[in-house]
């Protein structure tokens, strides 16, 4: 946390942060051309950015892109916002909403336990359920095989999609489409790639939600911060969040 706050203490690191929510996925070349700023000055802010995890990097061909991560901003919630001002909870999940964008969403996060453990939460339908509003998602786990999201309180399926590979403990491919109303099934099939690396004694975990066409409906990836929180804690503590929106559905 001491890493998020110092970075969002600059006001020129603040401003890069606004940047990219008006345009993400934006080179260091577009970037520095909105500032008044060498590229050198501008390359070492956003270094300090990505080693908060505030930003995310990515190399598309030659270029080299720089996505905003709102996954720090939601833990800061779930530490001290949700205790003492749950009221302002509703309007920080808005913010986080604005703060991703369209096309790709890319989610980090660092999580201490091993690279088998945090396998076994994403495909463990019961751990799923612990951080995931309470939903399930079983499957065979099988390249090619398919998966099913749902919840007892639905009484229907609330998703589906493909698993297209599937490489323990380390890679995790699947389509996905949403099934919870009109409104999300009209989106169609989008991606989610789940990448784990090893670091110590901590995994770093990448969720990559592709293949969104631009201004897709919200509901697709709005919750992945909040996902990605609960995942977290339950591993590293055994609880479950207990802010209000990871409670909804439960």
């Not at 995890?53 to 030659?62: D, E, H």
């Not at 099939?189 to 789940?194: A, G, L």
Request: with cysteine.
């Amino acid at each position: 946390m001491d890493d998020v706050f110092k970075a969002l203490s600059d006001p020129t690191r603040r401003d890069l942060l606004d940047e990219l929510f008006r345009e993400d996925g934006q080179t260091l070349s577009a970037l520095e051309a909105r500032f008044d700023m060498t590229r050198f000055g501008i390359a070492k802010h956003l270094r300090i950015l990505e080693d908060a995890g505030l930003v995310v990097s990515r190399r598309r061909g030659r270029e080299k892109l720089h996505f905003l991560n709102p996954v720090p901003i939601r833990l800061v919630h779930d530490r001290w916002v949700s205790k003492y001002a749950e009221p302002w909870a509703a309007a920080l999940s808005d913010l986080k909403s604005r703060l991703e964008s369209p096309m790709e969403k890319i989610f980090e996060i660092y999580i201490k336990a091993t690279p088998e453990k945090l396998w076994e939460a994403i495909t463990d339908s019961d751990i799923r359920s612990k951080y995931q509003f309470g939903n399930t998602l079983t499957s065979d786990w099988t390249p090619g095989g398919r998966f099913e999201m749902g919840n007892p309180k639905a009484g229907q399926v609330l998703g589906e999609g493909e698993n297209l590979e599937v490489d323990p403990p380390r890679r995790l491919v699947q389509t996905m489409r949403a099934l919870w109303g009109e409104d999300v099934k009209a989106e169609g099939t989008s991606k989610v790639t789940w990448e784990i690396e090893p670091v110590g004694d901590s995994c770093h975990l990448t969720v990559t939600h592709s293949d969104l066409r631009e201004g897709a409906n919200e509901q697709l990836y709005g919750g992945w911060p909040m996902i990605l929180s609960g995942l977290k804690t339950w591993l590293e503590t055994g609880e479950k969040l207990t802010t209000p929106g990871s409670l909804m559905y439960t």
